[in-house]
Every structure is written in structure tokens, then in C-alpha cells.
């Protein structure tokens, strides 16, 4: 069975300051997404990562994805009030029989604070 | 472009009630389609996904259980709720061959 550990489970920061969150898995996933989700609503997708060594930046936030495929990090610079929110990691499973299912961490419920 | 509605928001529903919660997908064709059920801040546990009419698979044993009459239609059910099925419960589409997963906005259920 493939897991994804997610690290740390929770997070308070003050405004200002920079965070990394890690995904990280003994598996290897086909792709891997990081998602935001804001209380009531359904998660976001972020990004997706796809091939191993892989950096996507989306404005302040930083992704990554080992080499191995098998882990990634995401790193927040300057957090601001609005990150505010849960995030997820998923991996995609396909690549390992899982018929197309993600595989989702156990979320990272980040506090940025003015 | 597509779009996913899922309601109601919110539901409250007494223990031993039937349950229906709807999940439509507009904007796209042959999709997968997906329940998920949230504990509170936590991450998403799968109960039920399909790759087509009428193709169902359960993840988990439950009292719950899912229907795909139409293709871009996706529906989870119960005969009799249990306070352990109150969560908050999300659907989400996939195309057939590329993630990722498009969630709707979620129920709230309540079991009291």
C-alpha cells in the first residue's frame, strides 16, 4: 500500500517569515500535486510535478520533486495572512496499479499570522 | 470550460435516515469520478471512484454506497446513516488519462 507522510501536521507562523512543508513516501509516484484548501470548500490544485529534480515556482511558493520521485517539498517565502489554509500533497498512483487514484497526505494546516 | 457542482452544502440528517448527495460534472466527456470523505483539517480518504456508467469500485467497507447513472453524473447513498458517517464529503473528476482531480466544493453532513 502506498503512503504519503506529510510533515509537519500543523504550522503557525508570524507574516513575514519563510516555511517548507515535506511529502514524502517510500513509493514512486508517476506525477505528484500539491493542493490548497480553504475551510468549506474543496482543495485547489496548486501544481503538478512530473519528472524527478523537477522546480515549479508559482509566485512565492516553491515546488519540488526528488530525483527518485519518490518525495517532494513544498517552500513558501515572505507568508502572508491569505496562505493561510490546508495543504495536500497527492501522488499519482498509476504508474503502480493503482488505477488512476491520487494517494493524499494527511495535510498541513499552515496559520501565517499579520 | 469545465465545471463541478456538488450539493447540498450542508445536510442535516437524523441517525437511521436515508442519505442521497448528488455530484454533476459539466464541460467534459468520459470522465472518472470520485468520493472522498474528509475528517476535519485532515487529509482525504477515497470511498468510491468509476471509470463509466454503471463501473463502480469501493475503497473502503462502509455503510455507504455509490451510483453513475449518467456518465457525467455521480451519486452516494445510504438506507441507514450512522453518527460515524457525518463528515465532510467532496467529489471530484479526473480525465481518463491525466490527473489532476477537480473537486467540488463539498457537504457538510451532521448526524445527530
Known amino acids: 500500500t502506498q503512503l504519503l507522510e506529510q510533515s509537519p501536521q500543523f504550522l503557525s507562523i508570524q507574516e513575514g517569515e519563510n516555511l517548507t512543508v515535506y511529502c514524502n513516501s517510500s513509493?514512486?509516484?508517476?506525477?505528484l500535486q500539491w493542493y490548497r484548501q480553504e475551510p468549506g470548500e474543496g482543495p485547489v490544485l496548486l501544481v503538478t510535478v512530473v519528472t524527478g529534480g523537477e522546480v515549479k515556482k508559482l509566485k512565492r511558493l516553491t515546488f519540488q520533486f526528488g530525483d527518485a520521485r519518490k518525495d517532494s517539498s513544498l517552500h513558501i517565502t515572505a507568508a502572508q495572512p491569505g496562505d493561510t489554509g490546508l495543504y495536500l500533497c497527492a501522488g499519482d498512483g498509476v504508474g503502480n496499479n493503482q488505477g488512476g487514484k491520487l494517494i493524499f497526505g494527511q495535510g498541513t494546516e499552515l496559520s501565517v499570522k499579520p | 470550460s469545465q465545471t463541478i457542482h456538488q450539493w447540498p452544502a450542508t445536510l442535516v440528517q437524523p441517525v437511521g435516515s436515508p442519505l442521497s448527495l448528488e455530484c454533476t460534472v459539466e464541460?467534459?466527456?468520459?470522465?472518472?469520478l470520485y468520493w472522498y470523505r474528509q475528517a476535519a483539517g485532515r487529509g482525504l480518504q477515497l470511498l468510491f471512484y468509476?471509470?463509466?456508467?454503471?463501473?463502480i469500485s469501493s475503497e473502503v467497507p462502509q455503510n455507504l454506497s455509490a451510483s453513475r447513472p449518467q456518465d457525467r453524473q455521480f451519486i452516494l447513498s445510504s438506507k441507514k446513516l450512522l453518527l460515524s458517517d457525518s463528515g465532510f464529503y467532496l467529489c471530484?473528476?479526473?480525465?481518463?488519462?491525466?490527473?489532476?482531480?477537480?473537486f467540488g466544493d463539498g457537504t457538510r453532513l451532521s448526524i445527530l
Open positions: 471530484a473528476w479526473s480525465t481518463r488519462t491525466a490527473q489532476p482531480q477537480h
Open positions: 464541460g467534459t466527456s468520459n470522465p472518472n
Open positions: 468509476s471509470v463509466g456508467i454503471g463501473q
Open positions: 513509493s514512486v509516484f508517476s506525477s
